[in-house]
């Protein structure tokens, strides 16, 4: 799995200012009050996710899941859910 750069307030790349100026755009429309947002971008092997309106991240990525459900049933697939354990190479 490819390693996550984690990072909060200014945006430190190209993806990282789209996504912060289509957050900016968003919280300007009259209509946006109360209403949580989730910003996607990929570009090749780059991605980059911006949230606005969440409490925790955590609330983001269950809402993520309820949307990915949704998404699968419209086009008629049950989405199914495991939890897998992390196996730390050096405990062996």
């Given at each position: 799995?490819?390693?996550?750069?984690?990072?909060?307030?200014?945006?430190?790349?190209?993806?990282?200012?789209?996504?912060?100026?289509?957050?900016?755009?968003?919280?300007?429309?009259?209509?946006?009050?109360?209403?949580?947002?989730?910003?996607?971008?990929?570009?090749?092997?780059?991605?980059?996710?911006?949230?606005?309106?969440?409490e925790?991240?955590?609330?983001?990525?269950?809402?993520?899941?309820?949307?990915?459900?949704?998404?699968?049933?419209?086009?008629?697939t049950?989405?199914?859910?495991?939890?897998?354990?992390?196996?730390?190479?050096?405990?062996n």
């Amino acid at each position: 799995m490819p390693e996550v750069d984690v990072s909060y307030g200014e945006p430190r790349d190209r993806l990282g200012r789209l996504a912060n100026d289509l957050l900016e755009h968003f919280r300007a429309m009259p209509d946006a009050d109360g209403v949580q947002v989730i910003v996607m971008l990929c570009q090749g092997e780059h991605r980059q996710t911006a949230l606005d309106g969440f409490e925790e991240s955590s609330e983001a990525l269950v809402e993520l899941l309820v949307h990915l459900r949704a998404i699968f049933a419209a086009n008629g697939t049950e989405m199914a859910l495991a939890a897998v354990p992390r196996t730390d190479p050096r405990a062996n």
